[in-house]
């Protein structure tokens, strides 16, 4: 059995690196007093997976936790137990009980949602620039990836992009192939606009995959 937790990173743990959220979890459980999985060997750890990193510096409501159980345990008690084991600026906002067979979390993810929002002098004509972003067939930017820079077509990852007042509504591929990263998005933005790249606050909304239809949907629901 396996319990996916679903869990918020709020503004004051956001300078937190992933690696330091890994070894905090770690430790966290070992607090729960729940049936928890270990690995063998020499140094054993927890049987714990996460369904994307988030960036340094941004904040998210959906944030999951894949922990594998040595016993059967209940969703309540599962919750309760890690609840009172963590931070209230790591929220445990949602528990689901999996057998084994299930997919991991990074497997499944997709895309994600984001809130973007953005300020400083040339905020309003970044924002602007969405119009024209949407009705082009294609928008090209420099993307890093791990052999390097290499220039990429962004328009067709960016699966919905709304605008109100300040703040961007955007779905973002989020695949091992095509990932877009919101801030990477942003920069694409700013240039389409002709102007330097604004100062932005990134939220996480969701984190998505396909349900049998091909349709997304919240993870949590898969």
Not at 18 to 33: S, V
Not at 174 to 179: H, N, S
Request: aromatic share 4%; net charge neutral.
């Amino acid at each position: 059995m396996r319990a996916m937790i679903r869990f918020g990173k709020q503004p004051r743990l956001r300078f937190i690196s992933h690696l330091d959220l890994q070894r905090f979890f770690q430790r966290a459980l070992n607090r729960t007093g729940l049936p928890i999985a270990w690995t063998q060997g020499f140094n054993p750890h927890p049987i714990l997976s996460f369904g994307s990193a988030l960036a340094l510096g941004w904040t998210s409501e959906y944030e999951i936790l894949d922990v594998k159980l040595s016993a059967p345990m209940g969703r309540r008690r599962t919750e309760d137990a890690m609840r009172a084991a963590l931070p209230v600026d790591l929220p445990v906002l949602e528990v689901r009980m999996v057998d084994d067979r299930h997919p991991a979390p990074m497997a499944m993810v997709r895309a994600s949602d984001y809130e973007i929002t953005l300020s400083g002098e040339t905020a309003a004509a970044t924002l602007d620039a969405a119009e024209e972003f949407l009705r082009r067939e294609s928008v090209m930017a420099v993307r890093k990836t791990k052999s390097g820079e290499r220039e990429v077509d962004i328009r067709p990852m960016a699966l919905l992009l709304e605008r109100e007042g300040d703040v961007l509504s955007a779905r973002l591929m989020l695949t091992e192939k095509d990932t877009l990263k919101p801030d990477l998005l942003v920069r694409a933005l700013a240039e389409i606009a002709g102007a330097e790249v604004p100062e932005m606050r990134i939220h996480r909304r969701c984190l998505l995959g396909e349900d049998e239809s091909g349709a997304l949907k919240p993870l949590m629901e898969l």
